[in-house]
Antibody, heavy 119, light 106 residues
């Protein structure tokens, strides 16, 4: 059974770069992989997705600050979000994306990791 | 940017049918999926490509999508179905989630 686990710092200062890693176990990496976030008490926001072979696409609202990468050798994929602000405080989830673009959905999801941005 | 609108809350009595709607421009032309999120847990997909139910999801969950509205229907709602529900679709260049609906079973 595929399992995903997020890891990374839980507290950042404004203007720093958020770096998270998602470790994948129990299945193939030959899929799309995605990052999604959820501010406390609020709804879900897609951040970006990447195919295992390297093509990536991002939420236009975050595109200038986001990079997603995949490391097949380590069965991991990563998220970098630069110049964070308090509005970036959220639970960050990694997920497998079942297919690309219009027919894609996310399953399964990691347990999520809370990232707080505060001075 | 594209928006998906859901009612903030839906209440239903145990055993009754709950219907959660998701509205967006020409939504019927897109694939919609639905996620269930219980407090403190990660979302779980309960419906994908409008009407397909993942393995392990009870048959009481069904979906439809036409015109500007997609609907998640839960027949014979049980207490364990109480959760937040989110719809999701793809538009042009981004995956968009709905605003979320809190389903209360009382």
């Amino acid at each position: 059974q595929l399992q995903l686990q997020e890891s990374g710092p839980g507290l950042l200062k404004p203007s720093e770069t958020l770096s998270l890693t998602c470790s994948v176990s129990g299945g193939s990496m030959s899929y799309y992989w995605a990052w999604i976030r959820q501010p406390p008490g609020r709804g879900l926001e897609w951040i970006g997705s990447m195919y295992y072979s390297g093509s990536a696409y991002y939420n236009p609202s975050l595109k200038s600050r986001v990079t997603v990468s995949v490391d097949m050798s380590k069965s991991q994929f990563s998220l970098k979000l630069s110049s964070v602000a308090a509005a970036d405080t959220a639970v960050y989830y990694c997920a497998r994306q079942t297919s690309g673009y219009s027919s894609g959905w996310f399953d399964p999801w990691g347990q999520g990791t809370l990232v707080t941005v505060s001075s | 940017s594209y928006e998906l609108t859901q009612p903030p809350s839906v209440s239903v009595s145990p055993g009754q049918t709950a219907r959660i709607t998701c509205s967006g421009d020409k939504l019927g032309d897109k694939y919609v999926c639905w996620y269930q999120q219980k407090p403190g847990q990660s979302p779980v997909v309960v419906m994908y490509q409008d009407t397909k139910r993942p393995s392990g999801i009870p048959e009481r969950f069904s979906g439809s999508n036409s015109g500007n509205t997609a609907t998640l229907t839960i027949s014979g709602t049980q207490a364990i179905d109480e959760a937040d529900y989110y719809c999701q679709a793809w538009d042009t260049s981004a995956y968009v989630f709905g605003t979320g609906t809190k389903l209360t079973v009382l």
